[in-house]
C-alpha cells in the first residue's frame, strides 16, 4: 500500500463532505480554541488560590501544570486539524479538485452506476461498494458539472488500497 495513497485517502473524506465539514469543523474550532487558553483547565482558579496561600504541595503543583500543558497541546493540535479540514471543505466546495485529480491519475477504472447521490461500483478484487458522491461537493473529474444521468454506466476511478476514494470519469461518459 502506497503511503501517499492513504494520504489522498484521509484527505478525500474533508473533501467529499465538503458541506457538512464546513459547519463541523467551524464550530469545533471554536470549542477546540477555547479549551486550549491557558486558564481552561478544570481547577485551575482553585489551584492558583492554594499555591498562593501555601496549602499546595510542590509535587502537585507541577503535576497540575503538567496536565494543563498537556491538555493545551492535545486540544490546540485537534483545533489545528479542524483548521485543516474546514479549509479542504471550502477548497472542495469552490470546485477546486483537491483530491480529485490524484484519483483520477492514480485509480484503477471500473465501471459502476449512479443511483441518485450514490454510486456501485466492483473493485478487481470482487468487492462491491455503494458510496455517497455528494451532491454540494461530487466525485466527478475532470469536468465537475457535466451531467451525469442515474442509473447509466460510468467509469468510476478509484485507489486499489482505498476504494472509498473514488471519482466518476466525466470524460468517458456521456455528451
Known amino acids: 500500500m502506497n503511503v501517499l495513497d492513504t494520504l489522498i485517502w484521509l484527505i478525500n473524506f474533508p473533501a ?20 486550549s487558553a491557558a486558564g481552561a483547565t478544570p481547577g485551575v482558579s482553585l489551584r492558583r ?12 503543583a507541577s503535576r497540575g501544570r503538567v ?6 497541546i492535545v486540544f490546540r493540535t485537534l483545533a489545528i486539524l479542524m483548521l485543516a479540514n474546514l479549509m479542504i471543505g471550502i477548497l472542495s466546495l469552490t470546485g477546486v479538485p483537491v483530491t480529485r485529480a490524484y484519483i483520477y491519475e492514480h485509480g484503477q477504472p ?20 455503494t458510496i455517497e ?3 454540494f ?3 466527478v473529474y475532470p469536468d465537475r458539472d457535466v451531467y451525469l444521468p442515474s442509473g447509466e454506466p460510468v467509469v468510476v476511478r478509484y485507489l ?16
Open 133 to 135: 458522491s455528494n451532491f
Open 16 to 35: 467529499a463532505h465538503g458541506y457538512a465539514m464546513v459547519f463541523i469543523a467551524g464550530f469545533s474550532i471554536l470549542g477546540l480554541f477555547a479549551m
Open 67 to 72: 496536565g494543563g500543558a498537556t491538555r493545551r
Open 137 to 139: 461537493t461530487p466525485s
Open 49 to 60: 488560590i492554594r499555591e498562593r496561600e501555601g496549602l499546595l504541595g510542590s509535587e502537585s
Open 160 to 175: 486499489p488500497g482505498h476504494p472509498q476514494a473514488f471519482v466518476i470519469d466525466s470524460s468517458q461518459g456521456p455528451r
Open 110 to 129: 471500473t465501471t459502476g452506476t449512479r443511483d441518485g447521490d450514490w454510486v456501485t461500483f466492483t473493485t478487481a478484487d470482487g468487492t462491491e461498494y
